[in-house]
């Protein structure tokens, strides 16, 4: 069997750079489809954030034809740094009238992600390539495997998205508005949603998030909550609602912290076919341990002063072929793992490479009521000074990848009735300001990828004393088939 020539991605941000530019993304000049070059600085790592990874060109370019694309509302905190305004790929064509719009609360979150979801459906054509197409599928039926066009499945990122605004500038927060917000994604004829991720990056009314955004110091960033609150469960029981003809919103448990994540699990078995449901983690990574060995991984904790959160540092754990991973609870354990593959759910894998564990790892910030402090251990006091990511090496980066797929399908494999090789799927996370793994730095570069998956995984499986068989039908299912075929059950 020849290696895949065309992929699917569970989570990539064809739009969200942008609706940043001047216009909005419906410029044609500055829409979905043009890709921001990397700026007088290509080393440095901010820039490659912030260059195009996966906008529409080139999507189409690397034959990613299907993808689910999650529209979202940029978090005020992010704009309260001058880091967009910093960067070099930005620079030029970044709306900053509009940043700072942002910044003073002038948008609700539901109209800027209503901004993003116009940038997306803005030019179904290419304006500067009428041979490329893109388009917005309601159901999988309407997916074409033939075609060589970009097909695209809406998606949520942040519950954040339904807020409104108070005429006093206030966040409007009543489950009033919340519900209008999220219905017009529930019923026939509105856009509609494969998944909804209730909680994002900053801190939000639907439960604790994990922390994720180390570039910015901005106490939003740092998560203060303890698990899921009653508007988040609110939020998730009419997600997935399906009474009088509504459709249903599957729930994405990437972002949500480890409280958040296992009051889930428990409130699903209390839902009308709840054991039918699945649970994705859209665009994940690995902790490489189970839940009960996290206090082994701890290092030492402190409360920095005048500061609520807890800082956390880590030892990280090991995976096959002396792969390490990023133990940070964003991460999912071994027990999320079982939980997804059991409901017969998907992992989309992310590119990035803080995410997949290469580099040094960072202190994680965590709510002093979620914070993992070892009791066992004596308790190390630590000064305030931050770990800095080290250098990544190449080939390294596709073995922690591919480290992760495999610790995947070995905690995968003891859920019953279920074929873990099944259960997993790209989700790149391209354009959702990652620093994407060196052979796939864009998704124009899926074909390198691949090559050098199928060169790492064969000896590593064997190393790990997993059978992987034929490699190239694997990877088919990984980069496709998975994702078609969860489509063809739970969007039809
Ligand atoms: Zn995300
Ligand atoms: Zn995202």
Redesign the pocket.
Known sequence: MPLPDRFADLHCHPSFKAVLMKGRGLDPQRSAWHALKLGAEPGKTRDRVFMSQSCLSQLHAGRVNLVVAPVYGLERAFTRSNILQLVAALAEKIDHRFIQDIKHGKHAYVDLMRMDLNALNAFPTDPNNGGQHARVLSSIAEFDPDSSDVQVILAL?GGHNFYGRQANGDDDVSLDTIHHNLDEFKQPGGPRALYL?PT?LARNVFGNHCYGVKMIRDQEFFPNGHGLTPMGRDLIARALDTSDGRRRILIDI??MSLQMRIDFYRMRWDLPGGDRIPILCS?AGVTGISQGQVFRYVDGWYKPLFQEHINVRYIKPKGIDGCEFNPWSINLYDEDIYQIIASRGIIGLSLDERILGSGRVAMERMSPLEAFKPSRYQMTFLDDRETEDGEVDVERTVKQLCATLLHVVRIGTHAPNADPWDHVCLGS?YD?LINAVNPAPTAESMGELVRAMAAALPPMAQRAGIAIGDVEEKLHRFFFGNMLRFLRQHFN
Do not use: F, I, V
């Open positions: 990122e991720t994002h990437k972002h665009h996370d959702g």
